[in-house]
């Protein structure tokens, strides 16, 4: 499989994992590992255009997510969320030029830390200006995936949801970031 295939089949298979957070499939066990693939995909990009590129993955991610969690909205108008789900996509988007842009660099932990701190800053960010800006359409942010989990949901009396989707962001960024480095360590013993 071409490497450009495989970014973009996983920029699908997390936006059909986010979708999968939500009604009417409520699979909050996903949280934990949905948005790693499109992590891989994007840091995992190279070049002069890699911002673009990350645009373009994250688009896609994006607009499979929208498409399938705003279907509901098909009783009212089938084009209202065509373009709706294409209009949110442009968000995730935007966190796939960061992402691309923005990749681990460095072995310390503090490094590992700052970068993973960083993607959720900005993921969480970019949920809150999408609930404010233009539509103000604020629906299903990545910590509304813990409503049916009380020990998780309690947590957004403290966090709010916004600090919800940062603490998923980090650690699927930690996580990912880890196995990179044991991979490497396996490679060279290997």
Not at 112 to 124: D, E, R, S
Request: glycine fraction near 14%; charge should be positive; hydrophobic fraction near 55%.
């Amino acid at each position: 499989m071409k490497s450009g295939v495989s970014k973009v089949v996983a920029a699908v298979i997390s936006g059909l994992l986010v979708a999968g957070l939500f009604v009417p499939f409520s699979f909050s066990a996903l949280a934990w590992a949905a948005l790693m693939p499109l992590l891989w995909a994007l840091w995992s990009l190279q070049g002069r255009r890699a911002g673009w590129k990350g645009f373009g993955i994250g688009y896609i991610g994006g607009a499979v997510s929208c498409l399938i969690q705003f279907q509901w909205l098909g009783s009212v108008s089938w084009l209202g969320v065509v373009i709706l789900s294409l209009y949110l996509a442009l968000y995730w988007g935007l966190f796939g030029v960061f992402a691309a842009k923005f990749r681990p660099q460095g072995n310390g932990p503090g490094a590992v830390l700052q970068t993973a701190f960083c993607h959720g800053a900005v993921w969480a960010g970019l949920e809150l200006l999408r609930g404010w800006l233009f539509t103000g359409f604020s629906w299903n942010p990545l910590g509304v995936a813990f409503h049916e989990t009380r020990t998780m949901a309690q947590g957004a009396d403290l966090l709010g949801v916004g600090g919800l989707s940062l603490m998923l962001v980090f650690f699927q960024a930690v996580l990912l970031q880890s196995f990179g480095k044991w991979r490497e360590i396996e490679c060279r013993w290997a």
